[in-house]
T-cell receptor, first 115, second 110 residues
Framework: GAVVSQHPSWVICKSGTSVKIECRSL??????MFWYRQFPKQSLMLMAT?????????EQGVEKDKFLINHASLTLSTLTVTSAHPEDSSFYIC???????????FGPGTRLTVT | SQQGEEDPQALSIQEGENATMNCSYK?????LQWYRQNSGRGLVHLIL?????REKHSGRLRVTLDTSKKSSSLLITASRAADTASYFC??????????FGAGTTVTVRA
């Protein structure tokens, strides 16, 4: 139980285009989903917190107009990287929280490469 | 923001040996969690220890928490090659937002 999937697992796009990444909780309803980014050999940095039916809360320094988050249902959150640039190339990971648990279940990540 | 510092940054041990890694943090917490990440993959939750707990066990894992020193340790006993991974501590102040440490890369040699 408690499986989180991400799609796509990797994507290559050209500079200036937009990319959408999906995060789904497969066997539970996620009250909250989180989006992180991770640069090579570095730790995870929280980008934003997403609650179903409400606007995402972004961490300081994260551009909300660049990283659009939509939490359309209790099992799906999407992250759209708009007008992507090479510096947006990174590993994007989502996680989901189930009910009142403090434990988060992580997706397998999406590797984005912007050329 | 990242508030955890982990040491060592890297650890290489022989199969069967124990691996110990430490995590320090700066602010008060509700709980501290340890995760494992295999190269290029997502994170796997290992163990959660609450701020009012001092020690917790799960299989070959032992976690301690010292809130007075704002530090935690993760011990993996009788290591196996499959334990090769990066290990991260993450603190939660009670708002469910995780702040991750820099991670310890563990290599277990056969």
């Amino acid at each position: 139980g408690a499986v989180v999937s991400q799609h796509p697992s990797w994507v290559i796009c050209k500079s200036g285009t937009s990319v959408k990444i999906e995060c789904r909780s497969l066997d539970f309803q996620a009250t909250t989903m989180f989006w992180y980014r991770q640069f090579p050999k570095q730790s995870l940095m929280l980008m934003a917190t997403s609650n179903e039916g409400s606007k995402a809360t972004y961490e300081q320094g994260v551009e909300k107009d660049k990283f659009l988050i939509n939490h359309a249902s209790l099992t799906l959150s999407t992250l759209t990287v708009t007008s992507a640039h090479p510096e947006d190339s990174s590993f994007y990971i989502c996680s989901a929280r189930n009910g009142n648990s403090y434990e988060q279940y992580f997706g397998p990540g999406t590797r984005l490469t912007v050329t | 923001s990242q508030q955890g510092e982990e040491d060592p940054q890297a650890l290489s041990i022989q199969e069967g040996e124990n691996a110990t890694m430490n995590c320090s943090y700066k602010t008060s917490i509700n709980n501290l969690q340890w995760y494992r990440q295999n190269s290029g993959r997502g994170l796997v939750h290992l163990i959660l220890i609450r701020s009012n707990e001092r020690e917790k066990h799960s299989g070959r894992l032992r976690v301690t928490l010292d809130t007075s020193k704002k530090s935690s340790s993760l011990l993996i006993t009788a290591s196996r090659a499959a334990d090769t991974a990066s290990y991260f501590c993450a603190t939660d102040r009670g708002d469910y937002k995780l702040s991750f440490g820099a991670g310890t890369t563990v290599t277990v040699r056969a």
